[in-house]
């Protein structure tokens, strides 16, 4: 795997290093030691997965409060995502920024999200699927958003948002 920093603190896009041969390919897509070594929290206690049926379809921007603050690795398995990520830590020099990355099934690459960091995507194909690893359990009471269109943030998506959820859609302003 190689580790690309982006604009913001502490947010990697990852790209896989694939071997091939006459089969194809093999590839690592998670190393704890080299998390470590890039200084990236390396703790996974649950996976999950989603499905968009349509393109156009804004997940996010979520996140979880303490004491229940969580990283994410995010990978896109089939379609491909805007995927974005807000620094919401107040002692960052990214703060209130954000970055946004395409991930596809195609590429394969995945991006890191540390904690205090709100997360969101929008999907840029039908059938879009995406997988993701969190290094603490989904707890409810913990769970937290930040509007797509805060003008705090001033996100600047690429495709029109066609279906988002109600409560991701009436998060109030980030203050």
């Known amino acids: 795997m190689t580790f690309h920093a982006t604009k913001l603190a502490g ?4 790209r896989l290093e694939p071997n091939h041969d006459e089969r194809g390919f093999f ?5 704890q030691r080299e998390f ?16 968009s049926l349509r393109k156009g379809t804004l997940r996010g921007l979520h996140y979880q409060a303490a004491p229940c603050l969580e990283t ?3 990978r896109c398995t089939k379609g491909a995502i805007y995927d974005v990520v807000v620094d919401l830590r107040p002692d960052s020099k990214t703060f209130r920024g954000w970055v946004g990355v395409i991930l596809t099934a195609a ?3 995945m991006l890191y999200v540390p904690e205090n960091c709100a997360h969101g ?4 194909e039908d ?6 690893q969190m290094s603490e359990f989904y707890e409810p009471d913990s769970s937290r958003g930040v509007r797509w269109d805060d003008p705090a943030f001033q996100v600047t998506w690429p495709v029109p948002i066609q279906i988002i959820s109600e409560r991701d859609r009436s ?5």
């Open 36 to 51: 470590e070594q890039h200084g990236l929290n390396p703790r996974i206690v649950q996976c999950s997965v989603s499905l």
């Open 127 to 132: 059938e879009t699927e995406v997988f993701y």
């Open 27 to 31: 590839a690592r897509t998670w190393c």
């Open 72 to 74: 994410k690795l995010v």
């Open 121 to 124: 995507f929008l999907t840029l």
């Open 11 to 14: 947010v990697f896009e990852i």
């Open 171 to 175: 998060y109030p302003d980030f203050r």
């Open 107 to 109: 590429d394969r690459n």
